[in-house]
């Protein structure tokens, strides 16, 4: 190596060609994961890909709006002032939309990494594997977020506009912003640990979907027998086999709502806390089985 | 200051040693590192980011502990893995700006950079371009702009010229020269074509079965021997007869020591200048074209093969490759 120069003899050397180093900030590990926040948060609308990857989360945002303005339309021109609708309900009515939306957006998320083996290059970064999944979680719970808030917002600002009474609805628009955090953090977990275990965006899609629905007809098929065979008292447990069964049950008892949805029964006391525990047991386990997902690579 | 140091390093997985105590120092440079399939090449990357612990034994790069100082490290390095790692529905411009921005570079500092890194690499008007749209050899320029983008003091290349044409390989090969003559970065790259690394390299680490078979500078590796080749045509008016035989009987009289390699080439140990013109006097005598008179110079694969013959070392890679 008798011609080379050292990595200290950098100054002295003459680049003709114009390669220049870079002297500036390295912003680190805290900035890097935000700016994967920001652009998996974009990712999760299509927002800075193809036109075509912004259809179907468009179309969802949409559809989880338009019923919301038809709503808040509605009861101002007919003066009925009170909207139909209660807010967490309105999530309750909509669960699919926000389950096709999960379906659909967790694989953009972490199956694109996997599939073109892109997920070595951020890790021969300054980032760890946690602040890969924490950086990708972060992103899908606020996609979700925004999604579920959409609705809520149009009603309470529609509320406001028809001069509808104020106390009341800033109270249940509070109680549907809980319901729509819950709905975030469960189903952004659920839906990115299943999109992790496979790079193909179509298995994550129908996976993601199967989830929710076999749940669903499970959780129903098993209530109609605890009713046939005389256990319907303790029916309200079922709620447990499926996501949005679990929120829409769990959001009635917290703020003792009437019960239209999804399931007939409220929770015992009991229940209710079981409940909120199995919230916090599947947002923080799809986390914590993330991290190890991506432990190793 | 070395770029990289290990120490005993070894890596043992439930069935298989990949690295057995490794011990190494590399200078600034471009630097090689040889060998066969799961001789133990990407493991001994993987530990030199910080992404494994080692078994055994330390590692330092750029004077940083991989045990301890992992991310620090990954900030001063760049990796271009052998795999692809494309994304097809972006532009090299976004995909290379995005990688800047996961190595902490600020939005304005990333685009700048990128758009310099992508000019270097030889990526112009295409960088605006779906990357799925791109040869294999443009490929392989994104995949080590986004490795040199935040201006790395060394870069771990695997496996670059994979896959490319004859033409690509030697595009790629020069890059990398430049990467250390005009860049200053240090480059390690592996690669299990021996020739490539000739031509490439300053410095040459063989290892096999996860051991060290030979560290040396290139020009040592492939230093002249005290043997010229020698190479004559057919006798015009008669193919049949054996040239090669008069030749070596004329030489053996004239006091030379005459080998031979396998094919038609003639091997005389070279020991004084007057052996040139004895080979030439035989070779006028019998009446045949020279074809060739050159002093011989080691290649890289002789140590490769006498290192595998003498710790049996093939076989143990082969073992690791079936892991």
């Known amino acids: 190596m008798s011609e080379t120069h050292a990595p200290e003899g950098r100054l002295d050397v003459i680049h003709d060609i114009g390669y220049r180093h870079y002297e500036g900030p390295r912003l680190g590990v805290g900035y890097a994961t935000r700016s994967l926040y920001t652009s998996s948060l974009r990712g999760a609308f299509g927002l800075g890909r193809s036109g075509k990857s912004k259809i179907l989360p468009m179309a969802m945002a949409v559809i989880m709006a338009v019923p919301a303005l038809i709503i808040v339309a509605v009861s101002i021109y007919v003066k009925m002032g009170k909207l139909p609708v209660d807010y967490p309900q309105y999530l309750t009515n909509l669960q699919f939309v926000t389950a096709v939306f999960t379906a659909a957006q967790a694989p953009v998320l972490l199956s694109r990494d996997l599939r073109f083996m892109t997920v070595p290059l951020y890790f021969s970064r300054p980032l760890r594997s946690s602040d890969y999944v924490r950086a990708k979680y972060a992103a899908m719970v606020s996609a979700v977020f925004i999604l579920t808030m959409l609705p809520m917002l149009i009603m309470w600002i529609g509320s406001m506009l028809g001069s509808m009474d104020f106390g009341y609805n800033t109270k249940h628009f509070a109680f549907g912003v809980v319901a729509a955090a819950l709905y975030s953090l469960v189903y952004a977990g659920l839906g990115l640990l299943i999109a992790s275990l496979t790079p193909r965006r179509g298995f994550g899609v129908a996976a993601i979907i199967a989830l929710f629905m076999v749940s669903a007809g499970v959780s129903g098929a098993l209530r109609g027998v605890m009713h046939v065979t005389g256990h319907q008292a303790a029916s309200f447990w079922v709620a447990m086999l499926n996501p949005g069964f679990l929120i829409d049950s769990t959001v009635s008892w917290m703020f003792d709502l009437p019960l239209r949805g999804n399931v007939a029964e409220m929770p015992t006391t009991l229940g209710g806390v079981a409940f909120l525990a199995e919230i916090a047991v599947l947002a923080a386990g799809a986390f914590v089985l993330l991290v190890r997902r991506y432990r190793k690579i | ?323």
């Open chain 2, 1 to 323: 200051m070395a770029v990289i140091t290990t120490d005993n390093l070894t890596k043992r997985f439930p069935r298989v040693t990949a690295l057995d105590h490794l011990s190494v120092e590399v200078q600034p440079g471009v630097v090689g590192l040889v060998g066969a399939n799961g001789a133990g090449k990407s493991t001994l990357i993987k530990i030199l980011l910080g992404l494994a612990p080692a078994t055994e034994g330390t590692a330092r790069v750029l004077g940083l502990d991989v045990a301890t100082e992992g991310g620090a490290i990954r900030e001063r390095v760049g990796y271009m893995p052998e795999h692809d790692c494309l994304p097809p529905d972006v532009s090299a411009t976004e995909f290379v700006v995005h990688m800047a921005r996961m190595s902490g570079l600020p939005a304005t500092a990333a685009r700048e950079r990128t758009a310099d890194i992508l000019r270097h690499v030889g990526l112009y008007e295409e960088r605006y371009r779906p990357i799925g749209t791109y040869s294999t050899g443009m490929k392989q320029r994104v995949k080590l702009a986004q490795a040199l983008v935040h201006d790395p003091q060394l870069v771990l290349l695997d496996e670059p010229t994979n896959g490319l044409d004859p033409v690509g390989r030697d595009d790629m090969l020069e890059l990398i020269r430049r990467v250390h003559r005009e860049f200053g970065i240090s480059v390690l790259v592996t690669s299990h074509l021996l020739g490539e690394l000739e031509r490439t390299c300053d410095h040459v680490v063989v290892i096999d079965g996860g051991k060290l078979l030979r560290s040396s500078s290139t020009a040592d590796l492939t230093a002249a021997t005290s043997l010229l080749a020698v190479e004559v045509t057919e006798r015009q008016d008669d193919p049949a007869f054996d040239v090669n035989a008069a030749l070596r009987a004329r030489l053996a009289e004239a006091g030379l020591t005459v080998g031979a390699d396998s094919g038609h080439v003639l091997l005389v140990e070279l020991n004084g200048d007057e052996v040139y013109d004895v080979i030439r006097d035989a070779v006028a005598e019998l009446g045949v074209g020279l074809v060739r008179l050159e002093q011989r110079r080691h290649h890289i694969s002789e140590v490769f093969a006498a290192g595998a013959h003498a710790t049996d070392g093939a076989d143990k890679a082969e073992e690791v490759a079936h892991v």
